[in-house]
């Protein structure tokens, strides 16, 4: 049985990770942290997640629920993560790490940490998103210059992260797989007299708003013709699924930081 952990426990994913770690077979559920303060600290986490008791408390006390699991599955925020992979990697434990929002630095960080144990970092976690990544790559390549990219996601109104990290990968995928440097092309924001676009530019809309969950769509846009690879999420459950596929997978590899096409087998 391995043992996992859940940080972020009472969020919008923590709650649905607590359930799909119920339903998963070979895991066992060690321990739930929430920040320091959260109204739902010490009460049981299943009720919490809307599962029945579970006999698994929310707790604040990080060392604590790190040294009792194999595994933790962190869906909070970048500084909290890179504290949670840096606790990790002291006690030897393996991490699954779903935050978005960090910035080259965090993720140089991430990387550094990871030196110590298996970890994987991922800005999306269902199957579904990670086959268009793969499929992105290709239709890249095969479109080449002559198609404008321009990625549209949208997402619910208490999202904090723009854009979003599946969209940035998103990005990052069709750049290196036209020979672009993403952090260079990236264009965020057009508003004015701000000329024509330009070819090598990969254009990045931000929607917010009521409970969309997560919607992704990558545009080739040629002359006369127009390709468009969405995904849409209709439940945040394919992420918890994949998160504790994630930790299955993780715990007993070697030390690096991983990401979900290696949990897949998409590379
Ligand atoms: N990789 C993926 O597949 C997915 C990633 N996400 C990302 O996961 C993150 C969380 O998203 P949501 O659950 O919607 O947010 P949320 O705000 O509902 O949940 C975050 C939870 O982390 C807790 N937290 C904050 N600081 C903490 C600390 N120091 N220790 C322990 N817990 C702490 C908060 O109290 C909160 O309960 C975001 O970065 C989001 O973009 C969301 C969905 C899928
Ligand atoms: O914050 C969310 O909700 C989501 N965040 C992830 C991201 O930033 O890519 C993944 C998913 O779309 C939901």
Redesign the pocket.
């Known amino acids: 049985m391995i043992k996992i952990a859940v940080c972020g426990a009472a969020g919008?994913m923590g709650q649905r990770i607590i359930n799909s770690v119920i339903e998963a077979e070979g895991v066992q559920l060690s321990g739930a942290l929430e920040r320091p303060g959260h109204p739902m600290t010490g009460q049981d986490v299943g009720l919490v997640a809307g599962c029945g008791a579970l006999g698994v408390n929310i707790s604040d006390d990080l060392n604590a629920v790190i040294a009792g699991c194999d595994v933790l599955i962190d869906f909070t925020a970048p500084k909290v993560s890179l504290k949670n992979l840096e606790a990790c990697a002291l006690k030897k434990k393996s991490i699954v790490i779903g935050s978005?929002?960090f910035t080259p630095e965090e993720r140089e960080l991430a990387v550094e940490l990871a030196r110590e144990i298996p970890a994987v970092l991922a800005?999306?976690m269902s199957v579904g998103v990670n086959v268009c990544l793969k499929a992105l790559k290709d239709v890249a390549k095969t479109l080449g210059d002559d198609f404008d990219v321009e990625i549209v996601e949208l997402?619910?109104n208490k999202?904090k992260?723009s854009p979003?990290?599946?969209?940035v990968r998103m990005g990052e995928v069709v750049a290196e797989a036209l020979g672009r440097d993403y952090n260079k092309v990236a264009n965020y924001h057009r508003e004015g007299i701000c000329g024509e676009r330009t070819k090598e530019e990969i254009g990045m809309q931000t929607v917010r708003g009521g409970d969309i969950?997560?919607e992704?769509t990558v545009y080739f846009i040629g002359m006369g013709e127009r390709i468009e690879i969405s995904h849409r999420?209709m439940t945040r459950d394919m992420?918890s699924r994949g998160s504790v596929r994630a930790a299955k997978w993780v715990v007993g590899k070697e030390p690096g930081l991983y990401d979900m096409q290696d949990v897949l087998g998409l590379k």
């Not at 979003?164 to 969209?167: C, L, N």
Request: proline share 6%.
């Open positions: 919008r978005t929002g800005p999306n997402h619910h999202k992260d979003s990290g599946t969209a969950i997560g992704h999420a992420f």
